[in-house]
């Protein structure tokens, strides 16, 4: 009798890694997560591959003190202040903080404006110094109104002004202008009979002193630590911060009582939040009537860090003292916990539905991460510092350490160099098995080249496996024998474009005595 013959069931099988999340600095982390990376993206999920390259630098900068984006790139260099690359202004030399309303670009802490239509420049404060003789005289017999007239007075109809040093003491005060023409202004003042002053008349339309600006609504907004106040303008009057007539359109300020600065401000679903460290000041209302402050005792922005704010499909982040956090509107919620901690100096903008941040780690360095929101992960790119960003028209502008303008992608970076490292990789059961063979699955552009290496349990050394130089675009499958451990890291240093689709893993069973070793 002839008994059947036994099917031989192998040792090895095979396990496949075949999505690749991003970036992990944690002890313990998954086997498709990566300790370290350099200019990886997740443009390919479930693979990973290389970033876009970036623009070429369009402009260096003597002294970089600030971008913005409205209808062309404005951009200060120095005391200069350039749009679409022609100069259009000068100011103060000092960093600025830009805000777009309508036509206008406001800029601060000079208090000036560019009109992108018109092309005029000049500064929001305006005042009137008296150097002849001004003359006051009822509007007309039983008036209400008072005309103020003097040579190079000139002033806009409804501007609130604050009128200085006039000798009937009852006009030192501030105030509505009702008409306006030139050299003459109407204000809200009853005399019986008119009279003229030689000098010492002053009028002013002031804008306040203020921290961060942002616009909500057809209204700038505004802080001050100094002064521990939150400022609104009129309504579609960037110009005027003074008016307070018990109307709609009216001007607001409000005193805050919390501790500490304020480290930034934006406008964000309809409310304007002002941040301290751990105070968010979020504005309700639609009018000075029912305009409402509620405080939040919530991680705010770090101080320093103002530059972090940015929102991204309607998801507002930011650098806290915690860590980079999202805010829906709720609760600010660390999105930071697989990144090491201890950075500073963030400064971020937003490109093709992901948060580019550059902040400066623990060790004095720069580092460029991305978080894109679908996934859920971070992936790092090179020690980029971008030291102010601003998005437009498609394209995310920035100036980095060198004083350069240049634009996060629509470029080419043939050589672009790149890495890739693992985490401990291990057969994640206590029974006896080693990883007999790795197989990767990558593809190479033209005149890209890969070095593989492994790291065994302890070992400090980095051991070279295999090289690889592409002469034209392939896909490799990519053999490497690991010699017998309990764990091991792999890493893949590269030049040139390159995606990784996939690992295979060989496993076999050890024996019952000395396990996979």
């Not at 499958?477 to 017998?484: E, L, N, V």
Request: charged content about 20%.
């Amino acid at each position: 009798m002839r008994l059947p013959y036994m099917n031989y069931a192998g040792r090895a099988t095979q396990e496949q890694i075949a999505q690749f999340q991003g970036l992990d600095c944690r002890t313990v982390i998954a086997e498709n997560e990566f300790l370290d990376m350099k200019n990886m993206t997740s443009d390919y999920y479930p693979a990973i591959g290389t970033r876009k390259g970036r623009g070429s630098a369009t402009k260096t900068l003597a002294k970089p003190n600030g971008i913005f984006y409205k209808n062309g790139l404005m951009y200060v260099d120095g005391t200069a202040l350039y749009y679409k690359d022609q100069k259009v202004g000068t100011v103060t030399d000092t960093e600025k903080t830009f805000v777009g309303m309508g036509a206008y670009v406001l800029i601060w802490p000079d208090k000036v404006y560019y009109n992108t239509h018109t092309g005029e420049f000049g500064s929001m404060v305006k005042s009137f110094q008296q150097s002849g003789t001004a003359t006051f005289a009822p509007l007309s017999e039983g008036s209400a109104f008072t005309k103020i007239s003097a040579e190079g007075l000139s002033f806009e109809k409804f501007d609130s002004v604050t009128i200085s040093g006039c000798t009937n003491k009852d006009f030192n005060k501030t105030t509505v202008i009702q008409e306006a023409g030139m050299g003459y202004i109407v204000v809200t003042a009853a005399i019986t009979s008119g009279f003229t002053q030689a000098s010492g008349l002053q009028i002013t339309r002031a804008v306040p002193d203020m921290d961060f600006v942002c616009e909500s609504d057809n209204r700038l907004w505004g802080c001050s630590s100094k002064n521990h106040e939150i400022y609104a303008s009129k309504l579609g009057d960037p110009f005027n911060w003074n008016n307070f007539e018990g109307i709609s359109t009216d001007s607001y300020a409000v005193t805050v009582g919390s501790d500490g600065d304020f480290t930034g401000c934006i406008a964000h679903l309809g409310n304007v939040l002002f941040f301290k460290e751990n105070t968010i000041h979020k504005m309700y209302g639609s009018r000075p009537a029912n305009f409402q402050l509620n405080t939040y005792t919530l991680p705010g922005v770090q101080k320093g860090c103002e530059k972090s704010i940015c929102t991204v499909n309607e998801t507002l982040y930011y650098k806290a003292r915690s860590g980079v956090v999202s805010y829906d509107g709720s609760t600010p919620t660390d999105i930071s916990e697989t990144l090491p901690g201890g950075y500073t100096e963030a400064a971020a903008g937003q490109y093709n539905g992901k948060y580019y941040v550059s902040m400066k780690n623990a060790k004095g360095t720069y580092e460029l991460l991305v978080y894109d929101p679908r996934y859920r992960f971070w992936h790092k790119e090179d020690t980029t510092q971008i030291r102010m960003a601003a998005y437009g028209e498609g394209a995310l502008y920035y100036i980095d350490g060198q004083s350069q303008i240049r634009t996060i992608a629509g470029g080419e970076e043939p050589d672009l160099p790149w890495m890739l490292e693992s985490g401990q990789q291990m057969e994640n059961t206590m029974n006896m098995k080693y990883i007999s063979k790795i197989m990767l699955h990558l593809q190479m552009e033209k005149d890209a080249k890969v070095e593989i290496y492994l790291k065994y349990d302890a070992d400090p050394l980095w051991e070279r496996k295999a090289t690889i130089r592409s002469t034209k675009k392939k896909s490799y499958m990519i053999p490497i024998i690991p010699r017998r451990c309990i764990q091991f890291q792999y890493r893949l240093v590269g030049k040139g474009n390159a995606v990784l689709y996939g690992i295979s893993k060989f496993v076999e069973k050890g024996s019952e005595l000395n396990g996979g070793l």
